[in-house]
């Protein structure tokens, strides 16, 4: 097996180590916080120790905790996240209703992330003065912004004042509708990750062309532009790259506000419900798919990060 075999060997198996003590933490962790699910299923009501040992017993919250964790691994893997406390059905039926809008808001998302923070830090890195400045400048504050007044003035903006927008839910089953409902919160989501790529993407480039790689090209004959778009663009798409990778894995989690915020039906608004009512299954499972997607998309950065450049990772892999 190569170098890059035996890097990726040993990034499955990190992956894999995480993910079994990410589901040990994201587990155990419900079971520390205030609140008993049992209280939920009385709907307030007084009960008699029969009824709550029966209860318990059927929910199977009367067995050690790590029975109940080894039980519940086992069923996650088939696909069984157990009964929803709160709704009376089955966890993957309510994720599987639900999952497609945060799909759909994490693809128009990062779709705006890619294009706009790379698009903002080349015109920063080739338009220094006014231009650059303005992006550093408005970059800043979207940095500074939490997604939540985002989306408020956002609302407020072109869904209220202007009625460009829908206000809330996350549109029918065509790409267009689908399309003009998420647009605002993609928009609130992005934002913050647009400028952190963008600042990014303009170091990297401002240091590319200052090389002597670049400098020789154009002494060669090479028009500037050429050589910028076939060298330094080419070069500075590694951080470019993480950048955009480790913002896509960190927008998985901020999710959950931009769904309540909207009024969208995802995983992220069902994760507020579920904590509201108790409802452990619905809990655990949605966090546990939240918390597994960043680990898997920060593993894949990491591959991403070799892949563009062997010399990173591999030269020191075999130490």
């Known amino acids: 097996m190569g170098p890059l075999g035996k890097y990726l060997l040993r990034s499955v198996i990190r992956l894999v180590i995480a993910l079994f003590v990410t589901s040990a933490i994201v587990f155990g962790a419900l079971y520390l916080a205030p609140g008993d699910p049992i209280s939920q299923l009385a709907g307030g009501r007084p009960l008699t120790p029969q009824q709550e040992k029966t209860l318990r017993a059927e929910y199977n919250l009367d067995r050690p905790l790590p029975e109940r964790y080894v039980d519940y691994l086992g069923d996650v893997l088939h696909g069984n996240f157990g009964t929803s406390i709160a709704f009376q059905q089955p966890v993957s ?3 599987k209703s639900r999952i497609g ?19 903002l830090g080349v015109l920063a890195a080739r338009r220094p003065g006014f231009i650059d400045d303005s992006v550093l400048i408005s970059t800043t504050i979207g940095l500074a912004t939490p997604s939540f007044v985002v989306a408020a003035v956002l609302i407020a903006v072109f869904a209220v004042d202007l009625g460009w927008f829908p206000i809330f839910g996350s549109g029918g089953s065509s790409v267009g509708s689908k399309v003009e409902h998420l647009t605002l919160p993609a928009i609130a989501l992005s934002l913050a990750s647009i400028g952190f790529v ?13 090389r002597d790689y670049f400098n020789t090209a154009i002494s060669r004959g090479i028009p500037e532009r050429t050589a910028f778009r076939r060298h330094v663009l080419r070069n500075a798409m590694i951080p470019i790259s993480t950048a955009i990778g480790l913002s896509i894995a960190s927008i998985v989690v901020g999710t959950t506000v931009v769904e309540v915020a909207f009024g ?50 591999l030269g020191t892999a075999n130490r």
């Open 93 to 95: 039926e309510l994720i």
């Open 264 to 313: 969208l039906n995802g995983l992220g608004s069902l994760l507020v419900q579920s904590v509201l009512r108790s409802d452990f299954p619905t809990v655990q499972a949605v966090s546990l798919i939240l918390v597994v997607t960043f680990v898997v998309v920060n593993t894949l950065v990491d591959i991403l990060y070799v892949l563009l450049d062997p010399r990173v990772e």
């Open 198 to 210: 963008a600042r990014t993407g303009r170091t990297s480039l401002r240091v590319e062309q200052r």
């Open 101 to 119: 809008t945060t799909i759909w808001l994490l693809i128009l998302t990062s779709i705006l992330i890619a294009v706009a923070g790379v698009g």
